[in-house]
Structures are given as structure tokens and as C-alpha cells.
């Protein structure tokens, strides 16, 4: 009922864009499929639905299939999995050997494209600085600098932690690391010096890797200052390297080492520990969840190869943080002998057009961002379609929140009209997606066009049954490789447990609210507990969204909940424009539009002017922190938030009566 307005506008649905059937033939997918399911066309939805169905009935298969597709080097063993009395005790590949980060480095091997003397790391920066590695030159850093840790004492299981930004010292840091078996753990020169704390005090690492300074739209950051701050909560850190540092602490010596013992690479058991990543922690201390080394592996490059279509010789940018895990995700595009592109500074400094100077210089085929930045490129009326020339993207890849049907609009008028848009959503629970991409299908205006090969995604109502064309739970029903291995510090698993697999009994739920469409795509409607319910009917927050952002006036928006007398009442903050405010005629506006285009149920009770809002370090508003303090509640954890700061205007909101 919530959700009428938005099934009027999709039907009929008319797709915006349908690949080329040269295009098609010619895509990892459609080969993939031609060889395991040759009648399955991935173009035609009963094609896809059909091939989706065979990795799920099929799913030993199917995985040992992406391993061999891969030609990931290592050894997969006789058994791919050994079924659990539930998804937690599942294992896979018991008895595969690997590295992760030989996989990565690969060899060099011309018949598919991959040569030593290649560009495969390329760094950039805010202030147009370039830097680039060929895959010899990457290899022969990440070795001298594994065998620098080895020698200086980290062994397998230790934590290597950095707070670092995206640049080569964090990606041959993470390579380096997980090239001896050791565990990587990594925050961005952002994180203020309580939100290192909550993190790395549960890890206890051993070696701490800084950068002396950093450069954010224009301003310097001085991360080794927070760590330096932090370090005496640190008892278990030994050896503190800088880049950029002196001598004692340079992390540049590490470059320069040579071991005595030769080099040789050592083999992993698939569900050897590769990294951990930390929940955004706005309800309490950040949950450290630990990752697989194989099960990363194996995913990262089923979603690289046949969901993006990334070939050996494409280049790839994703617009992130080292905090965020897809730092992790475009950093694993590596092994499909792809270059990748890493950036440090404002995605506008400085100017909107940025990012996409590096996308025409470095003749980018996969450009990532959140959908937030998309949006406000939109609102700024930015094209970089008519000032670039992008003639070799072929992806266009969106996460982090909802893209907003109008942003749908924007990409295919003003980036290019032949164009993948992939918008994707997993998160950090996974290292990975559970929805995402078909690069041979058409993409539907507000849709993430399908579940993940071998991902069993369905959407449950309350009572945990399967429902189609309706927001539900969005919920995975068997298990996949890279579930984690569990959280750090919680040896019987009740945090994990709880966290999600109580709710559907047994069964993965991942919290967000959805939609699958008569396409068989999905619609992520925002955060299950930051769901609205007035009058006991939910809705999504990007239902609300997707109509207040049209308006030019407003920058972004919130929706939350007030409780009161047993019911909710919708709140709308709004940051407005610079020189725009919140008149009485946008306010009528704005409630017209809500009941007009969705329903008198989302039309906010209250709608208020905010001088910020809040969002967490990795960029994503806080829609639980704005309801916490307009109702009175502690948020748990200021820290985890970027500009806790701005939490004081809304402790201090109260309704007009």
C-alpha cells in the first residue's frame, strides 16, 4: 500500500538502457553461462532467472565452477562444501590451499592479457598528483614489504592495523599482509582518535602504519597525530611505521628490505582470516567482523568477472575511503588482471568535475561512487558526458544508499546513453553484494537489476514467507563463501548469532528494507530498523527521499520518527542550499508532493530546517542518531558519527505544537 505510487510509475516498465547483442556474446557472463547452462540466455529475464535457479541447485557446482572459471591459483581440494546443521557451521573448500595475494598479483600470463610491464596500480590525489606501478614493480614492493613484517615479528594471525589514505602504501600494506597470513585492519585519515580507539583496542594489533599528513578539499589532516594520541591504549602495538616519517618510524625503509630468507608463497587454508571490517558503531562499540581469505576471494571475482564484465586490460575507480569496504572490494578487481585506480581527496575539490578528468585521462571502463555523490552531481546540473570523453566506460556502478530513481535519469542523460548502470548493495557484513549487476541485461529506472549467482536473496514478510512486489525483509537462505568467519572477541558466537540469524530462525537477515520487482530486480527502500510507521503501515525512507530531493532547493534530507502517545510521527529535517530556506511554500509543496505521488501516510508531521545532519565516517546519514535525540535516547557511540557536533541542534528540536 505504502509503495502504490512507485509500481504506478514502473508500469508498464520501460527499460533506459538494453546492451548490444554483440556485447552481450561477448561478456564474461554470457560465456559462463553458454558453458553450464547453454539455453540460458542472461539477456532475457527467464534467462537469467533460469541461470540464477542453476547456482542455487547446483551450488557445489557453481562454486567450484567460479574457482576454475578464475583460474584462481591454489588448490580447491576434492570437497567444495560440508553442509551445517545451519548457515553458520557451513564450510566451504575444507581442504583448498591458497594466498590471497598471489591471487591478486597474479603472473604474467599474455594470453589473457597480462603482462608485468603493465600500469596496474594508479594512484591520484585532489591536487592532480599521479603515481603508477607496473605489476612487476607492485609485486616486488608487496614482497620486500611482506618480508619486512615477517622479519620484524608479525606471524600468521597477527593484526596489521593502518589508518591510512587511499593510496599505494595502504593497498601494498593490505597485499603485504596478507601475503604472510597476518590480518589486515584499516581506518581513513578522517576517523577522529576515539573511533581509531573503539576500533583497534579490540584487535590488539601489533604493527600500526600512519601517514604523517593528508590533504582533504584542500585542507591538511595530520593522521599521525590522532594515532599518537591513541597509541597508549595500544599496549599490544610494537612497531609504529609512518609514511613520510623519519627514520625510526619511515615506512619507506620497508622498500628497502632485504630478507635472508628467500621468498615463497606460503598457502592458506580457504577460511583463513584475510581482514577485519567494523560496523558503523552508532548504537555501540563497532563490531569487528572478520573476513575469509578464500571466501572474499572467490566472491570478489564472481561480482568483478560476471556481474561488472571487468576483463584483464579494463581499469577501475571506485570513489572510497580506506574505512569503507569497498576499499577491500576494488581493491580484490586486481586479480582479474584489471588495473585499478585509487584516489585520496574530495570527490569535488577541486571542482565537480574531478573524478571524471581522471576518468577520461585514464581511459577508465568501471567508475564507482555512492549515490549521494551521483545526486549531487544532479543537483549541481554537472554533466560530465559533455565535457569529457568517456568512450571507454562501459560501468557505471552505484552504492551505499539508495540511487534515487531521478539519479537513474541523470547518468543516462548526462554521463552517456550506452552505459551499465550498476547499482549494487551487500555492505560490510559480507565484504560483498547480495543484489547487484547484469551487464547483458536492461536496467529498469530505480531498480538494482538482480540477486548475485549462487545468493539465494528473497524477501520475507514478517512471518518469514517469501513475498514478491512488496517492501519486506531482505534476507539470504543459504549460505555463500563469504559470510564472515564471525566477529573478533566473540568465541561463541552469540554477538554474530544475534546479529543476524534470530530473526528468520537461522536464516541470514541483513536489515534492509526491499523490494523485488516484477523484473526480478530489487528496490532498497533504507535500513530495516530506520524504517517509519505511522498509523502501523512501514515505510522506506528512499520513498520519501526520492520525492523531497527533487526539489533544487533543498540539498539533502532526513526522515526519522518521533514516538509519541503509543504511535510515530514522521520528522523531515532538510539541509538546504547555500542563500535557500525552508519557506511556508516549499513546506506546502513538499506535502502536496508527498501525498500526491506516494500516499498521506508519508507525509510528514513535522518538517524542519537543520543546520546538518549527521552522518557516520564512512559518509551514510544517520537516521537512527536523529531519532535517538529527538527522542530523548543516548545515541551510544558520538564517536562512530563524523560530525557528532551536529547532534546538539537535534537534542535541543522540539515540535511546534
Same mark, same amino acid.
Given at each position: 500500500?505504502?509503495?502504490?505510487?512507485?509500481?504506478?510509475e514502473?508500469s508498464?516498465p520501460?527499460p533506459?538502457w538494453?546492451?548490444?547483442?554483440?556485447r552481450?556474446?561477448?561478456s564474461k557472463l554470457?560465456?559462463?553461462?553458454?558453458?553450464?547452462?547453454?539455453k540460458?540466455?542472461?539477456?532475457?529475464?527467464?534467462?537469467?532467472?533460469?541461470l540464477?535457479?542453476?547456482s542455487?541447485?547446483?551450488n557445489?557446482?557453481?562454486?567450484r565452477?567460479?574457482?576454475?572459471?578464475s583460474?584462481v591459483?591454489?588448490?580447491?581440494?576434492s570437497?567444495?562444501?560440508?553442509p551445517?546443521?545451519?548457515?553458520?557451521d557451513?564450510r566451504w573448500?575444507?581442504?583448498a590451499?591458497?594466498?590471497?595475494?598471489?591471487?591478486?598479483?597474479?603472473i604474467?600470463?599474455?594470453?589473457v592479457?597480462?603482462?608485468?610491464e603493465a600500469?596496474?596500480?594508479i594512484?591520484?590525489d585532489e591536487?592532480?598528483?599521479r603515481?603508477a606501478m607496473t605489476?612487476?614493480?607492485?609485486?616486488?614492493?608487496?614482497?620486500?614489504?611482506?618480508?619486512?613484517?615477517r622479519?620484524?615479528?608479525v606471524?600468521t594471525g597477527?593484526?596489521?592495523a593502518a589508518?591510512?589514505?587511499?593510496?599505494?602504501c595502504?593497498?601494498?600494506a593490505?597485499?603485504?599482509?596478507?601475503a604472510?597470513g597476518?590480518?589486515?585492519s584499516?581506518?581513513s585519515p578522517d576517523?577522529g582518535?576515539d573511533a581509531i580507539?573503539?576500533?583497534?583496542a579490540?584487535?590488539?594489533p601489533?604493527?600500526l602504519?600512519t601517514?604523517?599528513?593528508?590533504?582533504?578539499?584542500?585542507?591538511k589532516?595530520?593522521?599521525?597525530?590522532r594515532v599518537?594520541s591513541?597509541?597508549?591504549?595500544?599496549?599490544?602495538v610494537?612497531?609504529l611505521?609512518v609514511e613520510?616519517?623519519d627514520?625510526?618510524q619511515?615506512w619507506e625503509?620497508?622498500?628497502?628490505?632485504?630478507s635472508?630468507t628467500?621468498?615463497?608463497?606460503?598457502l592458506?587454508p580457504?577460511d583463513?582470516?584475510?581482514?577485519?571490517v567494523?560496523s558503523?558503531?552508532?548504537?555501540?562499540?563497532p563490531?569487528c567482523?572478520m573476513?575469509?581469505?578464500g571466501g572474499?576471494?572467490?566472491?570478489h571475482?564472481?561480482?568483478?568477472r560476471?556481474?561488472c564484465?571487468?576483463?584483464s586490460?579494463?581499469?577501475?575507480?571506485?570513489?572510497?575511503t580506506t574505512?569503507?569496504m569497498?576499499w577491500?572490494w576494488?581493491?580484490g578487481?586486481?586479480a @582479474?588482471g584489471?588495473s585499478?585506480?585509487?584516489?585520496? $581527496?574530495? /570527490?569535488? =575539490? &577541486?571542482?565537480h568535475?574531478?573524478?571524471?578528468e581522471? !576518468?577520461?585521462r585514464?581511459?577508465l571502463?568501471?567508475?564507482?561512487?555512492?549515490?549521494?555523490?551521483?545526486a549531487?552531481l544532479?543537483?549541481?546540473g554537472?554533466q560530465p558526458g559533455l565535457?569529457?570523453?568517456?568512450t571507454?566506460?562501459?560501468?557505471?556502478?552505484?552504492t551505499?544508499?539508495?540511487?534515487?530513481p531521478e539519479?537513474f535519469d541523470?547518468?543516462?542523460?548526462s554521463?552517456?546513453?550506452?552505459?551499465?548502470?550498476?547499482?549494487?548493495?551487500g555492505g @560490510?557484513?559480507?565484504l560483498?553484494c547480495f543484489?547487484? $549487476?547484469? /551487464?547483458? =541485461? &536492461?536496467?529498469?529506472?530505480?531498480?538494482i537489476?538482480? !540477486?548475485g549467482?549462487?545468493?539465494d536473496?528473497?524477501?520475507?514478510?514478517?512471518?518469514g514467507?517469501a513475498i514478491?512486489s512488496?517492501?519486506?525483509?531482505l534476507a539470504c537462505c543459504h549460505?555463500?563463501?563469504?559470510?564472515?568467519?564471525?566477529?573478533?572477541?566473540d568465541?561463541?558466537?552469540?554477538?554474530?548469532?544475534a546479529?543476524?540469524?534470530?530473526?528468520?530462525d537461522?536464516?541470514?537477515c541483513?536489515?534492509d528494507?526491499?523490494e523485488?520487482?516484477?523484473n526480478d530486480?530489487?528496490?532498497i527502500y533504507?535500513?530495516?530498523d530506520?524504517?517509519?510507521? &505511522?498509523?502501523g503501515?512501514?515505510?522506506g525512507?528512499?520513498?520519501i527521499?526520492?520525492?523531497?530531493?527533487?526539489?533544487?532547493?533543498i540539498?539533502e534530507?532526513l526522515?526519522t520518527?518521533?514516538?509519541?502517545?503509543?504511535?510515530?510521527?514522521i520528522?523531515?529535517f532538510l539541509?538546504?542550499?547555500?542563500g535557500?530556506?525552508?519557506t511556508?511554500?516549499l513546506?506546502s509543496?513538499l506535502?502536496?508532493?508527498?501525498r500526491?505521488?506516494c500516499?498521506p501516510?508519508h507525509?510528514?508531521?513535522?518538517?524542519q530546517?537543520?543546520?546538518?545532519?549527521?552522518?557516520t565516517i564512512?559518509?551514510?546519514?544517520?537516521?537512527?542518531a536523529?531519532?535517538?535525540a529527538i527522542?530523548?535516547?543516548?545515541l551510544?557511540?558520538a564517536?562512530a558519527?563524523a560530525?557528532?557536533e551536529?547532534?546538539?541542534?537535534?537534542?535541543?528540536?522540539?515540535?511546534?505544537?
Amino acid at each position: 500500500m505504502a509503495n502504490a505510487f512507485l509500481h504506478q510509475e514502473r508500469s508498464p516498465p520501460e527499460p533506459l538502457w538494453v546492451p548490444e547483442r554483440l556485447r552481450i556474446e561477448n561478456s564474461k557472463l554470457f560465456r559462463f553461462a553458454s558453458l553450464f547452462l547453454p539455453k540460458a540466455d542472461p539477456s532475457t529475464r527467464d534467462g537469467y532467472r533460469a541461470l540464477h535457479a542453476w547456482s542455487l541447485q547446483n551450488n557445489d557446482l557453481f562454486w567450484r565452477s567460479v574457482w576454475e572459471d578464475s583460474d584462481v591459483i591454489g588448490d580447491p581440494g576434492s570437497v567444495t562444501s560440508i553442509p551445517g546443521e545451519n548457515m553458520r557451521d557451513w564450510r566451504w573448500f575444507p581442504e583448498a590451499r591458497l594466498n590471497y595475494t598471489q591471487n591478486l598479483l597474479r603472473i604474467s600470463d599474455a594470453s589473457v592479457g597480462l603482462h608485468d610491464e603493465a600500469e596496474v596500480l594508479i594512484v591520484c590525489d585532489e591536487r592532480g598528483e599521479r603515481s603508477a606501478m607496473t605489476r612487476s614493480e607492485l609485486t616486488s614492493r608487496v614482497i620486500r614489504v611482506a618480508q619486512f613484517l615477517r622479519d620484524h615479528g608479525v606471524q600468521t594471525g597477527d593484526r596489521v592495523a593502518a589508518v591510512l589514505p587511499n593510496g599505494a602504501c595502504a593497498i601494498i600494506a593490505y597485499l603485504a599482509t596478507a601475503a604472510i597470513g597476518a590480518i589486515w585492519s584499516s581506518c581513513s585519515p578522517d576517523f577522529g582518535p576515539d573511533a581509531i580507539r573503539d576500533r583497534f583496542a579490540q584487535i590488539a594489533p601489533k604493527i600500526l602504519i600512519t601517514a604523517r599528513e593528508a590533504t582533504y578539499n584542500g585542507k591538511k589532516v595530520q593522521p599521525l597525530e590522532r594515532v599518537q594520541s591513541v597509541l597508549p591504549h595500544l599496549a599490544s602495538v610494537e612497531h609504529l611505521l609512518v609514511e613520510g616519517g623519519d627514520r625510526d618510524q619511515s615506512w619507506e625503509r620497508a622498500f628497502e628490505w632485504s630478507s635472508s630468507t628467500p621468498w615463497t608463497w606460503e598457502l592458506f587454508p580457504f577460511d583463513h582470516p584475510l581482514c577485519i571490517v567494523y560496523s558503523s558503531g552508532t548504537t555501540g562499540v563497532p563490531k569487528c567482523i572478520m573476513h575469509r581469505a578464500g571466501g572474499v576471494l572467490l566472491q570478489h571475482l564472481k561480482e568483478h568477472r560476471l556481474h561488472c564484465d571487468l576483463h584483464s586490460g579494463d581499469a577501475m575507480m571506485y570513489y572510497t575511503t580506506t574505512g569503507w569496504m569497498m576499499w577491500n572490494w576494488v581493491v580484490g578487481a586486481l586479480a @582479474t588482471g584489471a588495473s585499478i585506480v585509487a584516489y585520496d $581527496g574530495s /570527490p569535488i =575539490a &577541486p571542482d565537480h568535475a574531478s573524478l571524471w578528468e581522471i !576518468a577520461e585521462r585514464e581511459q577508465l571502463t568501471h567508475f564507482g561512487a555512492s549515490a549521494r555523490y551521483y545526486a549531487l552531481l544532479d543537483k549541481e546540473g554537472f554533466q560530465p558526458g559533455l565535457s569529457r570523453s568517456l568512450t571507454r566506460l562501459k560501468c557505471l556502478l552505484s552504492t551505499g544508499s539508495p540511487l534515487l530513481p531521478e539519479t537513474f535519469d541523470w547518468v543516462y542523460r548526462s554521463v552517456k546513453r550506452d552505459i551499465h548502470l550498476a547499482s549494487i548493495s551487500g555492505g @560490510t557484513d559480507i565484504l560483498s553484494c547480495f543484489v547487484l $549487476g547484469n /551487464p547483458c =541485461a &536492461p536496467v529498469f529506472r530505480g531498480e538494482i537489476q538482480c !540477486a548475485g549467482l549462487g545468493m539465494d536473496v528473497r524477501i520475507l514478510d514478517e512471518r518469514g514467507q517469501a513475498i514478491a512486489s512488496q517492501a519486506g525483509e531482505l534476507a539470504c537462505c543459504h549460505a555463500f563463501p563469504s559470510m564472515p568467519i564471525g566477529f573478533w572477541n566473540d568465541p561463541d558466537q552469540q554477538r554474530y548469532r544475534a546479529s543476524y540469524f534470530e530473526k528468520f530462525d537461522g536464516l541470514w537477515c541483513h536489515g534492509d528494507w526491499a523490494e523485488q520487482t516484477c523484473n526480478d530486480g530489487f528496490i532498497i527502500y533504507g535500513r530495516s530498523d530506520a524504517t517509519l510507521n &505511522p498509523g502501523g503501515v512501514r515505510i522506506g525512507t528512499a520513498e520519501i527521499y526520492q520525492q523531497v530531493e527533487s526539489f533544487p532547493e533543498i540539498a539533502e534530507s532526513l526522515a526519522t520518527c518521533l514516538k509519541t502517545d503509543g504511535d510515530e510521527k514522521i520528522v523531515l529535517f532538510l539541509r538546504m542550499q547555500p542563500g535557500k530556506g525552508l519557506t511556508e511554500e516549499l513546506e506546502s509543496a513538499l506535502r502536496i508532493a508527498l501525498r500526491q505521488r506516494c500516499s498521506p501516510r508519508h507525509v510528514p508531521a513535522y518538517i524542519q530546517e537543520a543546520p546538518d545532519l549527521p552522518r557516520t565516517i564512512s559518509g551514510k546519514l544517520s537516521e537512527i542518531a536523529v531519532r535517538n535525540a529527538i527522542c530523548g535516547k543516548e545515541l551510544g557511540n558520538a564517536g562512530a558519527l563524523a560530525n557528532p557536533e551536529s547532534l546538539a541542534f537535534f537534542r535541543s528540536w522540539k515540535p511546534e505544537s
